[in-house]
């Protein structure tokens, strides 16, 4: 939902005290990080009623602002969080098994990739984690894992459908064998549908599979490898009086778009003695995508035909060390990472082909020490150091050189067991795009490659689990950057703001939950953003809702069944691209979901099987949470229900 909602969320179902966030690269639990922590536990994701990774973020994890241009299809669904609008996606990182799920060009993340019944558990981090993390961490991280748990064994099947013709299955299998210190998962998902609104359908497969295998001493090796084919129609904006007249029509009926994604992952940590490790990862993926636009402006009819290749590798190479200090405990991190990212492909408009070549290089180095001065407080600090290399050939000058660098400086205290304060300060930066070609918008000649974004954010905030079924969280911010970049629709591209950007937000939750009884949770923020008073003086920043609220809730009718729902509001922001904020804003929307999940064990025969149903945005509230100029609107989808069975053996 929100930007920034509920930042110091942690979910009310994990168990705070043995849950760890492996996004840490220690593995600590939510209360020893000093940064907002949200984990979503499998058991959680089960029962949440959601449909895809889109509908399950959007339900369990408000604090991350959810953008739907293709209505309910989850390939061209937007994520970002505080506070960031336009291209917020290059500052919230996505991670799936470490795998970066953040394309290097300005594609934004395809979260269809993510196959809902494969996710073990997703850890969401508020604020700057650059120092660990690189490139595209400035505003937080979303850690997606599919890895299992533990070893049991498990296989599922599960079909579901609902409205629009929409109708999936997947099948899986996780397990291992722990006396041999070997696990395996593997997941197979297909989900297609004609969508909420013409010429918006969909068609997506993904697989995932993965081996793990953990020696008595430590170390271990694991190695991943995913495929995701995702084929949909682009359903393109409308007007203001189409949208009201009719949100489901379309003015596109010829556009589309094919991507297929393939790679894998690798970790080997090796673990020396107690005090030492050595963790080598390394990543590589191949996306290929193809699409097709055409359209008329002013009585000239034109069309684009596109298809390219993106490369990405990525190798990391880390020494952990955990050696006490002067009897006080300590943990280190010393690490290096080298970046790699080929975009080459080919465009046709009708008036001449041309040729795409873009690349980028990086070499970082980094370090983080976390110091207990005493068993409830600690400190710690790191830093990291990036030098890229970048190269457009429809760029003048065509390389470029960047040195940047961030740095944190954070505080925790634990006063209790349960709980966690933390004051924390960062430096951070964000290279553009490899596809962000300016021109000079005076001759329409190319200009230089654009500067990377830097800025500072300074953040308070606390977690208290108040008892085992309460828990109640806060935290403040302030963000302020230097030339960051938007996209100018008069320029048609991306350009650095000649104004400097501010954002100060305050994000607060309360939530209880009793097991086989009830759960509610209520969660609020509000975030002013805006321009630091040079020529477009105080104005907001387009697609950043100052106010969001969400309640969510769950009651047992008896112990196999339950029912659920939720309330979403989200008030109203400037369209992409109205930084005088002069045009029609994108109106504020408050929707609702309910369902039942019903896990019969009357008969033995049964047992296994659960039943779910979900309607969303129940009151077919018509709404929009993307509009360009208050000219071109993309509507979001309607009242639709899916059905689900789901069995488990």
Sequence with gaps: ??????????????????????????????????????????????????????????????????????????????????????????????????????????????????????????????????????????????????????????TYAEIHGGSWGTIGAALGTRGGIEEDGLKYWADAAWDRSDGYRSHSGYDIWNLNAGLKKEWESGTYLRVSAFYNDSQYDLPGPLSWREFKSDPRQSNATEDRYHRATYGFNTTFNAQLNEENAIKLTGTFSNRKMWAYQQGSTGGYDWFSDNDYDIYSFRGIAEWINTTDILGFENE?????????????????????????????????????????????????????????????????????????????????????????????????????????TPYD??????????????????????????????????????????????????????????????????????????????????????????????TLGRNAIPLVPEMTVSVNGRVWLWDDCFVFGGFRYQSDMYCCSDFGNDFREIPWYGIFSVGATYEPTFAEWIEGFKFSVTVDNLFDKEYCDYATYGTDWYPAAGRSFMFTVRYEF
């Design 1 to 154: 939902m929100t930007t920034m909602l509920i930042a110091a969320a942690v979910s009310v179902a994990t168990n705070l005290p043995t849950v760890v966030v492996e996004a840490s690269r220690l593995d600590r639990t939510p209360l020893e990080i000093p940064s907002a922590v949200h984990v979503i536990a499998q058991n959680e994701i089960h029962s949440s009623g959601a449909r895809d990774a889109v509908d399950l973020i959007q339900k369990k994890a408000p604090e991350l602002h959810i953008r739907h241009l293709g209505a309910a299809n989850p390939a061209l669904a937007e994520i970002s969080m505080r506070g960031y609008g336009e291209n917020g996606h290059g500052r919230t990182l996505v991670l799936v098994d470490g795998e970066r799920l953040n394309s290097p060009d300005l594609n934004t993340p395809n979260l269809s990739r993510i196959a809902l019944n494969g996710i073990s558990k997703i850890e969401v981090l508020g604020g700057s984690q650059q120092v660990l993390h690189g490139d595209g961490a400035s505003a937080g991280v979303v850690n997606i894992i599919t890895e299992p748990q533990d070893y049991e064994r498990k």
């Design 332 to 436: 280190f991190i010393l690490g290096s990472q080298y970046v790699y990212d080929l975009l080459k492909g080919y465009s046709d408009s009708g008036d001449g082909g041309k040729n795409y070549d873009y690349d980028r290089q990086a070499m970082d180095f980094f370090a983080q020490d976390t110091f207990h001065f005493t068993d409830w407080i600690g400190l710690q600090f790191g830093g990291r150091y990036s030098r890229a290399w970048s190269f457009n050939e429809l760029a003048n000058p065509e390389r470029k050189q960047n040195h940047l660098g961030a740095f944190d400086v954070a505080l925790i205290s634990n006063p209790t067991d349960d709980s966690k304060i933390y004051l924390k300060g960062s430096r951070t930066y964000r290279n553009p795009f490899l596809d962000e």
């Design 441 to 534: 918008v005076r001759t329409w000649t190319p200009a230089g490659l654009l500067d990377p974004e830097t800025g500072w954010t300074a953040e308070l905030g606390f977690d208290w689990n108040v008892t085992d079924e309460i828990t109640f969280g806060a935290d403040a911010y302030c963000t302020w950057l230097q030339d960051e970049i938007f996209y100018n629709a008069l320029a048609g591209n991306n350009v650095n703001s000649e104004d400097d950007t501010f954002r100060r937000g305050f994000d607060a939750h309360i939530a209880w939950e009793r097991d086989k009884l009830a759960g509610l949770s209520v969660a609020a923020s509000y975030v002013k953003a805006t321009f630091d008073g040079g």
